[in-house]
């Protein structure tokens, strides 16, 4: 089963746990991650949840019983590699949510765009998540992105190789570059779109990566992908 990037919303004013969760899903809509969102009206409620399991943790400070800061405590406590957003009507706690390291603070009402933006920076330290969609006949099947080393493409269509399989689609190569040319992949010849974390090694004309498969690189695009590479290196 495909790991899901989780993510807990903590609020106790219905209307705003409505209005944050159609931004998140409007979020989700615009890009592949595998999501599930579960809420909860307080923290007391959200502490005697699973909380080990959660990935990010939208959080409200004012709140009836426990209050947000408090259940940030506990939850750093009990799950020090989560993320926390505080979601609050004022400033009031900025200084505090530093205490417990905060991902991201934020103050009511909180826009789409702000909201977005810490998404964003939230999911560039989960690209281990993010998946693929692709064609297989007359069905849409999706696959962590991590796996994918390279995709050949043969004929109308591409084959999708890992370190395990290969995978045949009904997906053509210029589909899966529309979505992957943006996401540390190269195209350094017409047949052929490479994932830079599989590459080892870039000769004079070749791309080596980890399984020791040499792909070539036409004579146009030699500078072009020694620079990628050097770049993603550096990240």
């Known amino acids: ?23 998140i899903n409007q979020y989700i809509k615009e890009h592949e991650y595998a999501i599930q969102l579960e809420e909860f009206s307080s923290g007391d409620a959200l502490l005697k949840s699973n909380v080990t399991t959660y990935d990010l943790v939208l959080l409200d400070i004012y709140m009836g019983g426990m209050n947000g800061i408090d259940t940030a405590k ?31 603070y934020l103050v ?5 765009e702000k909201l977005h933006q810490s998404l964003d920076r939230f999911f560039q330290l989960c690209t ?6 692709y064609k297989y ?6 696959m962590l992105l991590k796996d994918v080393m390279w995709i050949e493409a043969v004929g109308r269509y591409a084959i999708i190789h890992t370190e395990k399989e290969q995978i045949a689609t009904n997906t053509s190569l210029a589909e899966f570059a529309e979505t992957l040319v943006s996401n540390d992949f190269v195209k350094p010849i017409r047949y052929a779109l490479v994932a830079l974390q ?7 004309d070749t791309l080596v990566l980890t399984d020791g498969t040499e792909i070539s690189v036409s004579r146009e695009k030699r500078k072009e992908i020694r620079e990628a590479f050097i770049h993603f290196q550096s990240l």
């Open 1 to 23: 089963m495909m790991d899901r990037i989780r993510i807990a919303l903590c609020d106790d004013n219905d209307m705003e746990r409505r209005i944050i969760r159609f931004m």
């Open 128 to 133: 281990d998540k993010k998946i693929l969609e």
């Open 108 to 112: 009511k009402p909180i826009s789409p």
């Open 198 to 204: 599989a590459v080892t090694e870039v000769t004079a």
């Open 74 to 104: 506990e939850l750093q406590h009990i799950h020090p590699k989560g993320k926390i957003i505080f979601c609050s009507s004022s400033n009031e706690f900025a200084e505090e949510s530093y205490d417990v390291e905060a991902f991201r």
């Open 137 to 142: 006949q007359r069905t849409i099947r999706r």
